[in-house]
């Protein structure tokens, strides 16, 4: 059975940090790309990071290029998003997915999803 299980969000001031974790299990992870995207109430969802575990890659969406980290432990099965001097517009859902292919994750078309870990940025 596949599982991804995200943890880590919770209730943070402007300019804090959070970073989330992404447990995964039920495939085979090296063929994967591993992404991180968001909801905010009331927006559409949009993509934040993701990384090849094939080829090591990693993609960032223009807002997280500098602020957000994506990293991944190979041996726990387990992708990492860091996200640091957070600020209100940060706030949302967010959840991690995998798909073997990088542009289901442009596309938003990956295969398997988790349940959403809820990050809250207080002004």
């Known amino acids: 059975e596949v599982q991804l299980v995200t943890s880590g969000g919770g209730l943070v001031q402007t300019g804090g940090s959070l970073r989330l974790a992404c447990a995964t299990s039920g495939f085979t992870f090296d063929d994967y790309v591993i992404g991180w995207f968001r909801q905010a109430p009331g927006k559409e969802r949009e993509g934040v990071s993701c990384?090849?575990?094939?080829?090591?890659?990693?993609f960032y969406e223009e807002f997280a290029t500098v602020r957000f980290i994506i990293s991944s432990d190979n041996a726990k099965k387990t992708v990492y998003l860091e996200m640091n001097d957070l600020k209100p517009e940060d706030s949302a859902t967010y959840y991690c997915?995998?798909?073997?292919?990088?542009?289901?994750?442009?596309?938003?078309?990956?295969?398997?999803w988790s349940k959403g870990t809820l990050v809250t940025v207080s002004s």
């Open positions: 990384v090849s575990m094939k080829d090591g890659k990693k």
């Open positions: 997915a995998a798909d073997r292919s990088l542009s289901s994750w442009y596309y938003h078309g990956m295969q398997y």
